[in-house]
């Protein structure tokens, strides 16, 4: 049992959670695909890191056309990771260590393999199976036009025609129905997984595309408006953020509320001005920060993000929620080694690969990760993140995973570089993942990063963060207050309530260190100076 059980009903609220992708983490029974077997013989590295909770993305039975969030079976663990006694053995014995385990929701599509979706497509058109789905008939003389000019998150129209002739609607790959949340059936399926999951004892749910679920009952064109989500259009949109999902966010809220101490994480990639109505007292717990996760190195961008998000979320009785990577973007030591601005995501296929300095963002990796744990609210760490690992951005094309890569007719490389297995040993056919090679190559840096090589050197990354994960509980955790402190244009520094700094130098040359003692730093100190790229901990005395 670790010393650093979090308790109380609102255990959430400045919790470190670690991201676990379940098919890359640790491949416990050597077929080259991680599992829940490999999961459980890591906890005990996971309790010695320091977290609070993890969150497992989806390990539901599945294609795994998009790495599981394409769900058969909202109740039942895919083979390939085990069985729901693995998943039950799981949430507990993490529970054992102190851990919470938070799983993935995903509630705007089923996989095409889902029961529903099967029996939809052969009940054909006007039936009462298909109404669980958005099934309409096309425009044009025949019904051969989409009914919208909606595309796909991942590339291409938004809509697929069945061999009868009409349309289902697709956000992301046409392996993933979107559901109809107007249907009173899929409500209350969903309360129902909800609780399904509740009474084996998780802690609550990531939601996933949580800005999705409602259309415009009209499926009215998007025309010039942007189709992709983000910060970029207005309100009304026909597919993100609508209204009308927040009625639906209320009748979960209501359900958790049953159970003492349970939260949800949205991942709603919405504007932040609109994040906030996700966040209000009767619905999610938590919202990830999209604007901190997408920020240029940069210490005034930084800077107003941490006072927009802090501010925004203390007003709707939230507090805010870090993230600088995760399943779906470049891992953030590599985005921070690219010139600030580059479009990371387009970069994987178009280069110029030279702009990458991947000392630079080794050092700014390291700087953030003590930003990050030191500011008010909770911190989500991607796997791998304590490694240091890079992403695997030349992974040869032959090998690519993600439909984004086949959507985008190959205009898009996809995550699958983010995505390579874990090295845990510096030798073996997949550094220690498995027994055998690992279902994507790791690059040939992955083995000098490897956990066991870093378990022992002091001046390691995972040493880093063990050490920041206990010093946070210590000095960062007390209170929710900040207040930023002016040293220049390119340094990111605060104080929080009980006098702990965190000072971050953005800039190019190094700076003299504040008076304090210092607790921790990402990279040496010399001289009482700050390097460039590096953060140190102070406290008051
Ligand atoms: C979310 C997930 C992503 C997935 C998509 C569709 O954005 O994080 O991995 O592809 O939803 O479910």
């Known amino acids: 049992m670790s010393d650093h059980t979090t308790t109380g009903t609102d255990w959430w609220r400045n919790a470190v959670v670690y991201q676990i992708y379940p098919r890359s983490f640790a491949d416990g029974n050597g077929d080259g695909t991680g ?119 991942f590339g291409g129209r938004a809509w697929e025609r069945c061999p009868d002739g009409e349309w289902y609607l697709h956000l992301f790959d046409s392996t993933q129905p979107d559901l109809n949340w107007e249907h009173p059936e899929v409500r209350a399926e969903f309360e129902s997984i909800l609780r399904f999951w509740l009474d084996r004892g998780v802690a609550g749910f990531r939601v996933d595309v949580a800005h999705a679920l409602a259309k415009h009952p009209d499926y009215e064109d998007v025309g010039d408006r942007d189709q992709r989500d983000g910060p970029r259009w207005t309100e009304g949109h026909p597919f993100w953020d609508r209204d009308e999902i927040h009625p639906i966010i209320r009748s979960w809220r209501r359900v958790l509320d049953e159970y003492d101490d349970r939260m949800m994480v949205a991942e709603a990639w919405v504007r932040a001005d609109r994040r906030p109505l996700y966040l209000r007292p009767d619905e999610y717990h938590q919202a990830f920060d999209f604007e901190f996760l997408s920020a240029d190195w940069d210490a005034e961008q930084f800077g107003g993000i941490i006072e927009q998000s802090t501010t925004a979320a203390r007003d709707v009785g939230s507090n805010p929620t870090w993230v600088l990577s995760n399943h779906d973007v470049v891992r953030h030591a590599t985005r921070y080694g690219l010139p600030g601005g580059t479009d990371s995501a387009a970069w994987l296929l178009d280069g110029p690969h030279h702009l990458l300095d991947a000392e630079q963002g080794h050092r700014r990796a390291r700087a953030a990760a003590l930003l990050t744990l030191a500011l008010p609210g909770s911190a989500y760490v991607y796997q791998g993140e304590e490694l240091g690992l890079p992403e695997a951005w030349d992974l040869s094309t032959d090998v690519l995973d993600d439909p984004v890569w086949t959507d985008s007719g190959h205009r898009r490389k996809g995550r699958d570089g983010c995505r390579v297995p874990i090295p845990w040993e510096a030798t073996g056919p997949s550094l220690g993942f498995g027994d055998a090679e690992g279902w994507l190559p790791q690059p040939v840096g992955y083995a000098a990063l490897a956990a066991a090589v870093q378990h022992d050197d002091d001046g390691s990354t995972l040493n880093l963060y063990r050490s920041a994960l206990r010093i946070r509980r210590e000095h960062f955790t007390a209170d929710f207050d900040i207040t930023m402190i002016d040293l220049g244009a390119d340094v990111l520094a605060f104080e929080r309530g009980n006098g702990a700094r965190c000072v971050v130098n953005m800039g190019a040359v190094p700076i003299a260190i504040p008076e304090g003692v210092v607790l921790l730093a990402s990279a040496p100190l010399d001289d009482g100076e700050l390097p460039a790229d590096a953060a140190v901990w102070l406290a008051a005395h």
């Open 35 to 153: 599992d829940i077997a490999g999961m459980r013989a890591r906890l005990p590295y996971l309790a010695e890191l320091g977290i609070d909770a993890i969150w497992v993305n989806p390990w539901y039975r599945s294609p795994l056309n998009d790495g599981g969030y394409d769900v058969a079976d909202y109740r039942n663990i895919d083979e390939r990771f085990g069985s729901i006694d693995d998943a039950q053995a799981f949430v507990d014995e993490a529970g054992g260590h102190g851990i919470r385990v938070i799983v993935d929701l995903v509630p705007n599509h089923t996989s095409s393999e889902h029961a529903w979706f099967q029996a939809a497509l052969a009940a054909g058109p006007g039936s009462p199976e298909r109404e669980r789905y958005h099934f309409l008939p096309g425009r044009g003389d025949d019904g051969e036009l989409p009914p919208s000019d909606w595309t796909s998150v």
